[in-house]
T-cell receptor
Framework: AQSVTQLDSQVPVFEEAPVELRCNYSSSVSVYLFWYVQYPNQGLQLLLK??????LVKGINGFEAEFNKSQTSFHLRKPSVHISDTAEYFCAVTSQGGSEKLVFGKGTKLTVNP | ETGVTQTPRHLVMGMTNKKSLKCEQH?????MYWYKQSAKKPLELMFV???????ENNSVPSRFSPECPNSSHLFLHLHTLQPEDSALYLC?????????????FGSGTRLTVV
């Protein structure tokens, strides 16, 4: 079974500052990793995903994430955030070739202040 | 229409009412999911349908009754709900056997039980 830990429940930052949202996972098999974003009163939208190959993955809205197998981490980063990035961010994992159930972390609420 | 569509977007119902939530996907996927998202709680997977058969029911109370008449439609029938059932209900779909694509979510139905 897989599990996901998002270490920060809330992250406040100022506009144009860099941000990192942390995600660690646990799995006994190889995994696929995802980041989703949820704006207020909306569903979840896929930001980016890691399947294989390059450990640095670029997604929409200027976000990127780095897969680190040795540290079982998949942290999300953006070099300069905007007010419009205020949202909740969810890290998720699924096993390769397994049950395909997506296991979500508890989410990190990113608040970008002017 | 494209993607995953949920109706209604908002629903207020009394504890003795019966209502249904509807989800429709236009992606040709063969698996569909119901999630519950309550304030300050992680995403809760309620039901999973794969190839129109229910493959998972995570100890959900019987006042929630899912129905999947075909691979494009998913319903959640509600009756005699409790105030603690107030939440955002999210529908998602995926292509079973292609876990690397993740899930596509609808915008959700905001349910308030009074």
């Amino acid at each position: 079974a897989q599990s996901v830990t998002q270490l920060d429940s809330q992250v406040p930052v100022f506009e144009e500052a860099p941000v990192e949202l942390r995600c660690n996972y646990s799995s006994s098999v190889s995994v696929y990793l995802f980041w989703y974003v949820q704006y207020p009163n909306q569903g979840l939208q896929l930001l980016l995903k890691y399947l294989s190959g390059s450990t640095l993955v670029k997604g929409i809205n200027g976000f990127e994430a780095e897969f680190n197998k040795s540290q079982t981490s998949f942290h999300l980063r953006k070099p300069s955030v905007h007010i419009s990035d205020t949202a909740e961010y969810f890290c998720a994992v699924t096993s390769q070739g397994g049950s395909e159930k997506l296991v979500f972390g508890k989410g990190t609420k990113l608040t970008v202040n002017p | 229409e494209t993607g995953v569509t949920q109706t209604p977007r908002h629903l207020v119902m009394g504890m003795t009412n019966k209502k249904s939530l509807k989800c429709e996907q236009h992606l040709g996927h063969n698996a569909m999911y119901w999630y519950k998202q309550s304030a300050k709680k992680p995403l809760e997977l309620m039901f999973v349908y794969s190839l129109e058969e229910r493959v998972e029911n995570n100890s959900v109370p019987s006042r929630f009754s899912p129905e999947c008449p075909n691979s494009s439609h998913l319903f959640l029938h509600l009756h005699t709900l409790q105030p603690e059932d107030s939440a955002l209900y999210l529908c998602a779909s995926s292509q079973y056997g292609q876990g690397n694509y993740g899930y596509t979510f609808g915008s959700g139905t905001r349910l308030t039980v009074v």
